[in-house]
Each structure stands twice: as structure tokens, then as C-alpha cells.
């Protein structure tokens, strides 16, 4: 990471030395330029080609690119300075130059009406940069009619001045939030140093710290930036505050392996004891045990990482074996499963039905009893289970996506919707929990990825075009953020339905 950004700010230099020669360079030209507009008013030719020269003149000057800021204003009083004495000394074509003077001045009302309309922005910073492209047109717009250059430039100076001040006051305000941040930053730094104070010893108080450690990392990308001097410095400091964390946690459980590996011996018995029992067809007596194998299951401390997945799947594999065979042998001997198609079909037909009314709350409402009346309603016969879920689901979605509420909300009650139906597949467990563990795994990535865009906007110099740069990290991060506390409602579904038990 450092090489790379060494790299990058070694470019970022060549290049910024590069427009600076060519601003240098196009400079001279402009002061050439103007020397040629002097020597006109001295010439002997004809009016038609002095005044066709002094338009290829003025079309050359627009066509050269950027100067230094620092000689920007000199350059054009002076360039100003020569077209009007080109105007006022070559007493010919007066019309001609009354004609440019007012398209002029109907060209400068524009810009004062579309700096006036800024006003109106509520966003300080994109006014203020539109005001800047505003002022930039308005150099390049030749002189008015005399009586009215210091009227037009008034109001557009009473414009500038106001949009200037609210970027002022912008930028003001920011300062204090950002102290705010500061001290809240420096608090979750006093509360991580506090911890690593601690005497841990144990896994399970190292897993509930761990788990504290990264809310505490979760809050801490909540917080918006610290005052630019100090903002990377305390950033390192919370760093280097959760990195001391985790590398004591990793030293204590490598210093405990022992125990581990005793923890692995007595997951492995369970699973051996699981999977005798996986074939058995008695349903009551092996569901109890199963479920108090479970219960020891949890009881068990942490095993080494490298086994974690496999033993835990193997495990949950003879769990899944006998309850899906229980599922599969109920779900084909109730004799009321005709009675509960008949009811969901009904039920299915009055969500079609139904009518939203003029109240979303109250619609909203509805339509959730009747999602906890469809749970309520029995097995259906195992042909038909998957049509009507799928009935049933389109119906619900679509009254649903009528509602007038925001894309997030729609889909959490759509993906609630989901599992509700699959509360009837005796192999959904297994789905759902591999769902979960994908949900788990993409969150970790991009809390990963927002550490990363967050650490990156530190190196970022103050700029335009940084700052256009930054604006489109900070949008990343903030999807991101979105997205994980979509998950995360997702993880929370999940765990209520009891479907990854």
C-alpha cells in the first residue's frame, strides 16, 4: 500500500509540474496575443481585415489553455484593457462595436440570472463550484456598453458575495462538527485502550470482547471526518488500539491450543453420536437427543480454526439427515393437509383481491396478518407445496411493491415472505443457513472494503479534482454501509425463523 501510494504521489507531481509549464507556456501566448491586438490600432489596411484580424485574434486567445492563478487577474485587465482601446481609438465600424457590446451585456444578464438562481442550491459546496465555471464565462465575455458595466457587474458581484459567504459558513460549520468527531473518535479509543487493560482469560470472554472491539469498529466508520491535522493521526491511533487487540487474542489462542484440541476430541464424539442416530425412526426419543446433543454442542469452547468448518459441517449433516427424513415422513401422513390447501388457496385469492384503500399503514398492516394467517394454516399435501408457496409469494410480493415505501423496506418483507415458505421445505435449513453464512461473509468484505475507501480518503490532498475524488469514495462507503444493514436485518430474519437451527 505505501509503495503504491509513493508511486502515486510521484506521478501526481510529475504531472502537476507538467500543466504548470504548459500554464506558463500558454501564458506567453496570450501575452502575444495581446501585443497583436495593440499593433492593430496602428495599421494602414482596410477596416474589413484589421476588424476580421482582431476576431481571429480574440478566437485565438478563447482557444489557449489554462494560465498561473497568481497572473490570472493581470492578464485579463490587460487583454480587457487593449479591446476596449482596440474599440474606442479605431473610430470605424462603431455599429459593429455597439452590436458586440450588447450581445455583451445580454451574454453577462445570463450569467447574473444563473448566479442569482444559485441562491436557490441547497448544496453550499455545488453552488459555489458553478459560480466558479460563471466567473470563468464571464472573463471570457468582452466589454459592455459603458453605462451599463458597472450596473451589470454590481448584481453580479451581489450574487457572488452571497454564495461566497454560505461556502464560508459551510465550511464553518464543518469545522465544528468535525471537533465533534474528534472527540467521539478519541472516546472509542479510551474504550478500546480500556480493554486491552483487561485480564482475559478465557475463549468465551475473548469472543464477547472481540465482538465488542468490532462494534466499536462499526461505530467508529458511523463518525464522520476529524479536523484534517489531526484526523489521520487519530485514525492511527485506533488502529494501532484494535490491532494491539486482536494480536493478544491471537497469542492467547495460540498459547491455549491445548485446550482446543481437547474441544475438537468432544465435537467429534458428538458427531459420531449424531450420525448413529441419523437413520433411527423414532422420531420423539432421537429429536430429544438430537437437541440435547445440540445444547452440549454450544457448551463447547472454540476449536482450532483450521477445523472449525469441517467438524461443524459434518456435525450439522447428520442433524440435517434425520430431521429432513422426520419432515419427509409427517409431511406425507396428516390427513388434514387437503383442508389446509383449500384454506391457502382462499387466502390467496383475497390477497389478490385486496384492495390497499387510501390509509399505507393500514394496508401495510393487513397484509402482514395475513402473511402470519398463511403461517398459521397447516402442511399442504407435498405435490402442491411448491405451486401454492409460489402462489402465494407472487400474490404477496405484488401488493407489496403497490406500497408506497422505500426499496429496502419492500425487500426485507419480500425476503421475510420467503422464508415463511420455506419453513415447509425440511431441506431448507440447510439452504438458509448457507445463505446466512454467505450474508456473514459479504459483510465482513465490505466492512473490510470501507476501512480500506475510509483509510484511503486520509491520503487524498485538498483539491478540486481530490475532492471530486473523495465525494465518489464517500458514495461507495455509503452504499456499502446501506447494504450491510440490509444484511445484517437479513442475518436477523434468519436467526428469528429458526430455519438455521
Excluded at 507556456?25 to 502575444?32: A, D, F, I, P
Excluded at 478563447?62 to 493581470?74: D, E, I, R
Excluded at 401422513?333 to 387466502?347: G, I, R, V
Aim: aromatic share 10%; net charge positive; charged share 40%.
Amino acid at each position: 500500500m505505501r509503495t503504491l501510494l509513493s508511486r502515486y504521489r510521484g506521478r501526481r507531481s510529475e504531472y502537476s509540474k507538467q500543466i504548470e509549464v504548459e500554464k506558463r507556456e500558454n501564458l506567453r501566448k496570450k501575452y502575444e496575443i495581446i501585443d497583436q491586438i495593440k499593433d492593430l490600432v496602428n495599421r494602414e489596411e482596410s477596416i474589413n481585415k484589421t476588424f476580421q484580424d482582431f476576431r481571429d485574434l480574440q478566437a485565438e486567445w478563447h482557444s489557449v489553455g489554462m494560465v498561473p492563478q497568481s497572473a490570472l487577474k493581470n492578464l485579463w485587465e490587460t487583454y480587457n484593457h487593449n479591446v476596449e482601446v482596440f474599440y474606442d481609438y479605431i473610430k470605424i465600424n462603431k455599429e459593429l462595436r455597439d452590436l458586440d457590446f450588447r450581445k455583451n451585456l445580454e451574454k453577462k444578464v445570463v450569467l447574473c440570472e444563473k448566479a442569482e438562481h444559485l441562491l436557490q442550491e441547497n448544496n453550499a459546496i455545488t453552488a459555489f463550484r458553478k459560480l466558479q465555471e460563471y466567473h470563468q464565462q464571464w472573463r471570457e465575455t468582452g466589454p459592455v456598453p459603458r453605462e451599463s458595466r458597472e450596473e451589470v457587474w454590481a448584481r453580479f458581484r451581489e450574487a457572488t458575495s452571497e454564495i461566497n459567504k454560505r461556502h464560508h459558513e459551510h465550511y464553518e460549520s464543518q469545522k465544528d462538527d468535525q471537533k465533534q468527531n474528534l472527540e467521539a473518535k478519541r472516546a472509542l479509543c479510551d474504550r478500546i485502550d480500556a480493554i486491552n487493560t483487561l485480564k482475559i482469560n478465557s475463549f468465551r470472554e475473548w469472543e464477547d470482547k472481540a465482538k465488542e472491539v468490532i462494534a466499536l469498529q462499526q461505530e467508529w466508520r458511523t463518525i464522520g471526518f476529524a479536523p484534517r491535522k489531526q484526523n489521520n493521526s487519530i485514525y492511527q491511533r485506533f488502529r494501532e488500539a484494535c490491532d494491539l487487540f486482536f494480536q493478544n487474542k491471537r497469542n492467547f489462542y495460540s498459547e491455549n491450543k491445548e485446550v482446543q484440541q481437547e474441544n475438537l476430541q468432544k465435537k467429534i464424539a458428538l458427531c459420531e453420536a449424531a450420525e448413529a442416530l441419523q437413520e433411527s425412526t423414532d422420531w420423539k426419543a432421537t429429536s430429544e437427543e438430537l437437541i440435547k446433543l445440540q445444547k452440549e454442542w454450544k457448551e463447547i469452547g472454540t476449536v482450532p480454526r483450521k477445523h472449525s468448518d469441517k467438524v461443524w459441517k459434518r456435525f450439522r449433516k447428520a442433524c440435517d439427515h434425520f430431521f429432513s427424513k422426520k419432515s419427509e415422513h409427517f409431511a406425507g401422513s396428516d390427513s388434514s393437509f387437503e383442508e389446509n390447501l383449500k384454506l391457502k388457496e382462499a387466502l390467496i385469492k383475497r390477497v389478490e383481491e385486496f384492495a390497499h384503500g387510501s390509509d399505507p399503514k393500514a394496508a401495510f398492516s393487513r397484509l402482514n396478518e395475513m402473511q402470519k394467517e398463511w403461517n398459521e394454516i397447516g402442511f399442504v399435501p407435498f405435490k402442491k407445496k411448491d405451486e401454492i408457496i409460489a402462489r402465494f409469494r407472487e400474490a404477496i410480493n405484488r401488493q407489496f411493491d403497490k406500497l408506497k415505501m422505500d426499496d429496502e423496506e419492500k425487500a426485507i418483507y419480500k425476503y421475510r415472505t420467503r422464508l415463511e415458505g420455506l419453513k415447509e421445505n425440511p431441506r431448507a435449513s440447510r439452504k438458509v443457513r448457507s445463505e446466512r453464512d454467505k450474508f456473514v461473509a459479504r459483510i465482513k468484505q465490505m466492512e473490510s472494503d470501507i476501512t480500506l475507501w475510509e483509510n484511503n480518503i486520509g491520503f487524498f490532498s485538498k483539491s478540486a479534482s481530490a475532492e471530486a475524488l473523495i465525494q465518489d469514495v464517500q458514495n461507495k462507503i455509503d452504499d456499502a454501509k446501506n447494504t450491510i444493514l440490509l444484511l445484517e436485518e437479513k442475518i436477523r430474519i434468519i436467526d428469528r425463523s429458526g430455519l438455521d437451527d
